[in-house]
C-alpha cells in the first residue's frame, strides 16, 4: 500500500481581498462602446449587482445597461480607462466578466487575457502588468493581486485574448473595482509522513497582494520559536534548504526531529505579517526501504536487517535488537501507516 504526504501542501484558500473595502473608479471612458445601452459607466456603476455588493456578489446576466460591450469586430486591443479623483494606493484588481450567454448569438464574450496600465495624475505610466488572465462564465469577481502601486490616477485595462480564441466579434465586462493592500495569508497543512532518513517537502500556499517574503520557523515542544536558515538544524540530524522560500525541504529525518520539533512559515508583504499553523512530521518506520510504500520489499528488507544484526531493525528505539523489534514491525506492517 501507497502513503502520501512525502510532500505536504494544501489548496490555496480564497484570498483575503473578500475582506477588504472596494476602491471603485469615479470616471471611465472607453475606445469602442456598442452603443447607449452598452457604455463603459455600466462597468463602474454596480448596474447589475446589489446594494453595497462585495466581490463574492454575483452580476447578473448580460442585458441592457449592465455591461460594457464593444462594436462589432473591435476586440483585441481595444481598451477601457478608469479614473480616480483622488490619488489612490491599490494592491488588486476585482474582474466581473461580461457573461453573454444568455441573449447573444455568440457566448464568449469574456476577457481571458489583458494588460493593465497605471499613470499618475500628469499621465505618466506608474506601473504596468501584463497578460493577466480571467475565465468566462463566472458570476462573481475574478481577482487579482499585485505589489501595492501609489499615486494611481487611472488604471488602462487593455484586451489581449477573448474566449474561445478570440472567435467573438465582441468583447467588454460586467462590472469592476480596485482593492487596497491585502495582508498576506499563509496556509499549511497540519503533518507530513515519510520514512526514517527520509526527505518531506513543506509547501505554503498564499494570498495577498505580491512581493511577499518566506521565513520558515521551527517550534520546540514548549512552543518555543527557532528561526531556521539552509544547513543543518543546531541539536538535529535532519538538514535544511528552502528556509527563505515557499517550500522547505528537510532532508534526514530521525525520530529526534519529528518528536520534539514542529515547522510554519512565516509570510510577509508590504501591509502585514502572517505566521501559518505549524506542521509536524510523522515517521513511518515501516517504509523500510524508503519508496514511499509500505509492500512485502520492506517486510523482506526488513527480516534481511534484523537478520544481519543491522541496527535499522530497532523499530521500537530502544537499541536492542530482538523479538519485540519483529513483534512491533509485524504488528504495524498489518495495520499500514
Given at each position: 500500500m501507497k502513503y502520501t504526504a512525502v510532500t505536504l501542501a494544501c489548496a490555496l484558500l480564497t484570498p483575503l481581498a473578500f475582506a477588504q473595502p472596494l476602491i471603485r473608479p469615479d470616471g471611465a471612458t472607453a475606445t469602442s462602446e456598442f452603443n447607449s445601452n452598452y457604455l463603459i459607466i455600466n462597468a463602474i456603476n454596480g448596474s447589475?449587482?446589489?446594494?453595497n455588493f462585495t466581490v463574492s456578489s454575483p452580476?447578473?446576466?448580460?442585458?441592457?445597461?449592465?455591461h460594457w460591450t464593444t462594436r462589432a469586430g473591435e476586440t483585441i486591443g481595444q481598451s477601457a480607462t478608469f479614473t480616480f479623483t483622488q490619488p489612490q494606493t491599490l494592491g488588486a484588481f476585482h474582474m466581473w466578466a461580461h457573461r453573454s450567454n444568455?441573449?447573444?448569438?455568440?457566448?464568449?464574450?469574456?476577457?481571458t487575457l489583458f494588460d493593465l496600465v497605471f499613470r499618475d495624475g500628469s499621465g505618466n505610466i506608474i506601473s504596468s502588468l501584463s497578460n493577466l488572465t480571467g475565465q468566462p462564465n463566472i458570476a462573481i469577481a475574478q481577482t487579482t493581486t499585485f505589489d501595492v502601486i501609489s499615486g494611481v490616477r487611472s488604471v488602462q485595462f487593455i484586451v489581449r485574448a477573448t474566449a474561445n480564441n478570440n472567435s467573438?466579434?465582441?468583447?467588454?465586462?460586467?462590472?469592476?473595482?480596485?482593492?487596497?493592500?491585502?495582508?498576506?495569508?499563509?496556509?499549511?497543512?497540519?503533518?507530513?509522513?515519510?520514512?526514517?532518513?527520509?526527505?518531506?517537502?513543506?509547501?505554503?500556499?498564499?494570498?495577498?497582494?505580491?512581493?511577499?517574503?518566506?521565513?520558515?520557523?521551527?517550534?520546540?515542544?514548549?512552543?518555543?520559536?527557532?528561526?531556521?536558515?539552509?544547513?543543518?538544524?543546531?541539536?538535529?540530524?535532519?538538514?535544511?534548504?528552502?528556509t527563505a522560500s515557499q517550500t522547505l525541504v528537510v532532508s534526514g529525518i530521525d525520530a529526534n526531529t519529528a518528536a520534539n520539533l514542529r515547522f510554519r512559515c512565516v509570510i510577509s508583504n508590504p501591509c502585514g505579517t502572517v505566521a501559518s499553523t505549524p506542521a509536524s512530521i510523522t515517521l513511518c518506520n515501516l517504509d523500510f526501504n524508503c519508496d514511499n510504500f509500505v509492500d512485502f520489499?520492506?517486510?523482506d528488507d526488513f527480516v534481511s536487517a534484523f537478520e544481519n544484526g543491522d541496527m535499522r531493525a530497532d523499530i521500537n528505539g530502544d537499541l536492542f535488537l530482538d523479538f519485540f523489534d519483529y513483534d512491533d514491525f509485524v504488528f504495524g506492517f498489518e495495520a499500514g501507516c
Open positions: 447589475g449587482l446589489p446594494a452580476h447578473a446576466d448580460y442585458a441592457v445597461r449592465n444568455v441573449i447573444a448569438s455568440n457566448p464568449h464574450y469574456a476577457v467573438s466579434p465582441y468583447t467588454g465586462l460586467a462590472e469592476v473595482a480596485f482593492g487596497p493592500c491585502i495582508p498576506p495569508s499563509a496556509d499549511l497543512g497540519d503533518s507530513a509522513l515519510t520514512c526514517p532518513g527520509g526527505d518531506v517537502n513543506l509547501t505554503v500556499q498564499f494570498g495577498g497582494s505580491g512581493a511577499r517574503t518566506f521565513a520558515w520557523e521551527a517550534l520546540d515542544p514548549d512552543n518555543n520559536v527557532i528561526p531556521l536558515v539552509d544547513g543543518p538544524i543546531p541539536g538535529f540530524s535532519a538538514v535544511l534548504s528552502g520489499f520492506d517486510f
